[in-house]
């Protein structure tokens, strides 16, 4: 089920059901003057004061407050600049007990600046109804810089605390879960078959790419949208790479539930569900953006589609068990 309306999102929020909602991913604007380069009447979508960007905060998280279901979650970016806000947004909700997590995205191509840092951020916000939600934990093969060791009680050889070697027999390596910061890189990584990938999860101990499948390296994740890129191509200049919605959904949902995205841009979550068989719910007030939404999600290769996130995230790889 795809559900698309092009409108104001508090409005169709407010004649939702209440209760109705298994999962909200989006990116709603971050009132740091951004503008889409692909669609000349969203010039002024994301210019607020501070204090408007706190009032429409409230009232959006208030209202998916109100949508999900008791076990439901909330995933939803931020600028960093913008941070006091959120928090104050936060606490004049009732999600104020129920922040879990927190991801930091790192991103390719930052925005730039003649007097900071340039930024390469994307915070992502985990907020829950209850303490009983959706997790699909995943667990990833990671190379051990340290390997932990306990002492042996009867006085022999220190023992290894959950780690093994690799197939090279020397390198220590052991199973961890998902991390909060994601960084990706462009450079191809070629593997033994020859295939080369575009954009990898990085281990920060070590800085190689990692996989999903119980081996140590090689696996692409986050592949950011470009103008080349014909499946994921770019379509709005705040879109975000495709296995991060995917990445998303599928750790805080299962199949067949329903999503909404009441900042649905260029689409991309609405894409994720369609592969990962995800119901979906999406909201977006530019008739010129919500256009190109409607034509991705509706008319997208699906078999290309699976293929393309099978590659990188290893979608038949069930989540928590190891091979």
Request: proline fraction near 6%.
């Amino acid at each position: 089920m795809n559900t698309l309306h092009n409108d104001d999102c508090m409005g169709i929020m407010g004649a939702m059901e209440p209760g109705s909602i298994d999962l909200i991913v989006t990116d709603p604007p971050y009132a740091i003057n951004y503008r889409n380069q692909y669609e000349d009447e969203e010039n002024e979508w994301d210019s607020m004061t501070p204090q408007q960007y706190l009032d429409f905060t409230v009232d959006w998280l208030r209202s998916a407050h109100r949508l999900l279901k008791p076990d439901g979650t909330l995933w939803f970016s931020y600028g960093f600049t913008m941070i006091e806000e959120v928090l104050a947004a936060v606490h004049h909700t009732d999600f104020v007990h129920h922040y879990e997590n927190s991801i930091c995205m790192a991103r390719q191509k930052g925005r730039g600046s003649k007097r900071k840092l340039k930024s390469l951020r994307e915070e992502w916000m985990h907020l829950t109804k209850s303490d009983d939600y959706t997790w699909n934990p995943t667990e990833y093969m990671r190379k051990v810089i340290v390997p932990y060791t306990k002492k042996d009680p009867n006085g022999g050889e220190p023992i290894k605390r959950g780690w093994d070697y690799g197939p090279d027999g020397k390198t220590p390596i052991r199973w961890s879960s998902l991390g909060n910061v994601m960084a990706f890189h462009s450079e191809p990584v070629w593997t033994d078959d020859g295939r080369g990938n575009l954009g990898n999860v990085l281990d920060l101990t070590s800085g190689l790419p990692l996989r999903f499948d119980g081996e140590p390296s090689d696996v692409a994740f986050f592949v950011e949208p470009s103008h080349l890129d014909s499946f994921q191509k770019r379509r709005h200049s705040a879109q975000k790479p495709i296995m991060m919605m995917v990445m998303l959904v599928m750790i805080s949902s299962s199949e067949g539930e329903t999503v909404l995205d009441p900042f649905m841009g260029a689409g991309t979550t609405g894409v994720a569900c369609r592969v990962t068989d995800r119901n979906f719910i999406g909201i977006e007030r530019e008739p010129g953006t919500f256009s190109t939404a409607k034509n991705w999600i509706e008319n997208v290769d699906m078999e290309r589609a699976k293929k393309f996130i099978g590659e990188h995230a290893r979608v038949g790889f069930q989540f928590g068990k190891k091979p």
